[in-house]
């Protein structure tokens, strides 16, 4: 049954996510053969790369050409494991007893508080679980949370199921979710959860790439405006790159977009013009004083 299910999606990348920030969104061929690996397989797809070249945006692409509906959770480092399945609300449980005991509670109320059920709330992995529907999960920004968030999840991501145990109650998914994993890569994560994950490092999009999200965004913009401003742009991370390293911080695919939705502003000469000297309205891309000072003169550098 549950083979069945999972033969019969086919994520193809064709449909645009509701929810992109005015970014089109086009994943590559490998992505998308390793989103279909990951719904055939019914195993967590982790997610790496540099912020910005789209992983969030996966899951809402995918939820959306699936018609399937999508539970976020945006992890912090102040996340637990339990708070994906679910949170217990003991200090209410613990006002209504009181409440119960002196007599301020009617039976309709006392049977509620008697119940512990009641006090239960369902985090987005929980709700995926319950629902009759195969649920698209993000899991956003894993490796922001403490060294064993990860392996708190092991069980339950690996048998599709969790006890609450508040209550005593079993879990179990009634149709396994399609899971999403995302990661910077800030720490590492243990090897008996990337055991159980497969795994694509989202590229970020090359030059022939960068033109199309341009050309897809702003359809009518001159090319000659388009192809000079993405190889500024590019120009712009090969040196952020070349001075920081890849793990240091560089400009992404939507400050990008921000920045020619501003050149745009110009008639196309002037826009051009602008492109021809120091780097033009460099606040959009570049985010600190020290970038400021290292690259605002990045025209007239040889």
């Keep these: 049954m549950v083979e ?3 033969a019969s999606l086919e994520y193809v990348g064709t449909v645009q996510p509701k929810a992109t920030d005015g970014l089109p969104y086009l994943p590559s061929r490998e992505l998308i053969e390793a989103v279909n690996l990951a719904i055939y397989l019914e195993r967590p797809l982790l997610l790496k790369g540099e912020p910005g070249c ?8 995918v939820a959306d050409e ?6 976020s959770w945006y992890v912090k480092s102040t996340s637990r494991a339990r708070d994906g399945l679910y ?34 709330r369902w985090g987005p992995l929980g ?15 894993i490796d922001k949370a403490d060294i064993d968030f990860p392996n708190d999840l092991l069980l339950e991501l690996d048998k599709q199921q969790f006890l609450v145990e508040e209550t005593g109650e079993a879990i179990s998914a009634k149709v396994p979710p399609i899971v999403f994993i995302t990661s910077n890569d800030e720490k590492d994560l243990p090897d008996a959860f990337l055991r159980r994950c497969l ?8 030059h022939d790439r960068l033109i199309q999200i341009i050309r897809s965004r702003f359809p009518s913009t001159p090319e000659a405006l388009v192809n ?20 240091g911080k560089k400009v992404s695919t939507s400050e990008l977009i921000d920045w020619f939705r501003v050149l745009r502003r110009y008639p196309h000469e002037e826009a051009l013009g602008h492109l021809g000297g120091q780097l033009p309205f460099a606040g959009v891309l ?14 007239k550098r040889g």
């Design 286 to 299: 570049l985010k600190s004083w020290e970038d400021h000072i290292r690259y605002l003169r990045l025209g």
């Design 54 to 61: 789209g992983k969030t945006q996966l899951a809402s692409a």
């Design 87 to 120: 949170t217990y609300d003991a200090v209410g449980r613990l006002r209504d007893a009181q409440l119960a005991g002196s007599g301020r509670l009617n039976e309709e109320q006392i049977r509620r508080a008697d119940d512990p059920t009641t006090y239960v």
């Design 199 to 206: 795994f694509h490092f989202v590229e970020f999009p090359n």
């Design 4 to 6: 069945t299910v999972s």
């Design 66 to 71: 699936l018609g399937l509906p999508l539970e």
């Design 127 to 141: 709700r995926a679980f319950l629902n009759e529907q195969r649920t698209v999960v993000l899991i956003d920004e």
């Design 228 to 247: 000079q401003a993405v190889a500024r742009f590019l120009q712009l991370r090969e040196d952020m790159k070349r001075d920081k390293g890849e793990s």
